[in-house]
């Protein structure tokens, strides 16, 4: 089941692809430009990143990839879409970044990696789709040099629980078929789902030899990418459906201790 899951997410994902990369959600054109695809949150969050290694671990077809190799990241991106991979690396050759992309699934990556890195990244929308976070953790860990740092900034399953997600994990997929969140998106696709509670997620990362540094939480998305949203201020769109704010997105730093330490 998981395979037929993961397989039938890849195709999905393919497709995907080529509406996003002529979306005006993405904006491939104004990236060409010269904008960041970064958000405030993000570039807070994992601050200066000039001269370092950077993994990028479900990195889509490379706009925050090669947002963050514009900063001065020396970037491999990860993702097991072959159509996101070859726009990622179209897109580095278009704009003159360097960076490497690695067309494989994140929970098998592990091997495939050429060296250790500073930092490892991954954002928004990125859990959902693995069966297994103990595992996503360990590639986690395995890619972290010592003394390395994983930055996390992930949707919310509190505020996907709202919308009648389940909020606990549980070992059969949820399928889904659904548009993409592009205002352009029009095939309805099928899609496998797992939740994995905040709780989870942290205490994979625990278990796999990581040391908490911070954690966050959000009232807001910084995308319009979910039904009924209002934009508060620029740039962060909050829930319109209820009386209180609820958490959004949430946030995670952690290290990976230096052998001594
Ligand atoms: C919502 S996108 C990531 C969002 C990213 N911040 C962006 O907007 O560019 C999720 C990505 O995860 C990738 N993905 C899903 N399951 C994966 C898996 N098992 N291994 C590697 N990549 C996967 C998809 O191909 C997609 O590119």
């Avoid at 996003?20 to 405030?40: E, Q, T």
């Avoid at 072959?82 to 994140?106: H, K, M, N, T, W």
Wanted: proline letters at 7%.
């Amino acid at each position: 089941m998981t395979d037929t899951a993961i397989d039938t997410n890849r195709a999905s994902w393919d497709q995907r692809t080529a509406e996003h990369v002529g979306s005006r959600f993405y904006d491939v054109a104004g990236f060409l430009g010269g904008k960041s695809s970064l958000n405030p949150l993000e570039l807070a969050q994992v601050g200066a990143v000039s001269g370092l290694s950077m993994l990028h671990l479900q990195c889509h077809f490379g706009l925050d990839s090669l947002s963050w190799a514009r900063l001065g990241a020396q970037v491999t991106g990860v993702d097991f879409s072959p159509a996101a991979i070859d726009q990622a690396r179209d897109l580095a050759a278009r704009s003159g970044l360097p960076a490497e992309f690695i067309c494989a699934d994140v929970l098998a990556c592990a091997e495939r990696l050429p060296q250790r890195y500073d930092r490892v990244y991954s954002s928004y929308g990125v859990l959902e789709w693995l069966p297994d976070i103990g595992r996503w953790a360990q590639v986690v860990a395995s890619a972290l040099r010592p003394g390395g740092v994983f930055d996390l900034v992930e949707f919310h399953p509190y505020s996907y629980a709202l919308d009648g997600d389940p909020y606990f994990h549980t070992e059969q997929p949820q399928r889904i078929v659904e548009r993409s969140y592009t205002e352009n998106a029009a095939a309805e696709l099928p899609l496998y789902v797992w939740s994995h509670p905040v709780s989870a997620v942290i205490n994979a990362l625990l278990d796999a030899g990581l040391r908490l540094l911070r954690f966050n939480e959000y009232p807001y998305s910084p995308y319009d990418c979910f039904p009924n949203l209002i934009e508060r201020e620029p740039g962060r769109y909050y829930r319109a459906d209820g009386a209180m704010d609820v958490p959004m997105l949430y946030s995670i730093k952690a290290m990976l201790p230096n052998e001594k330490d």
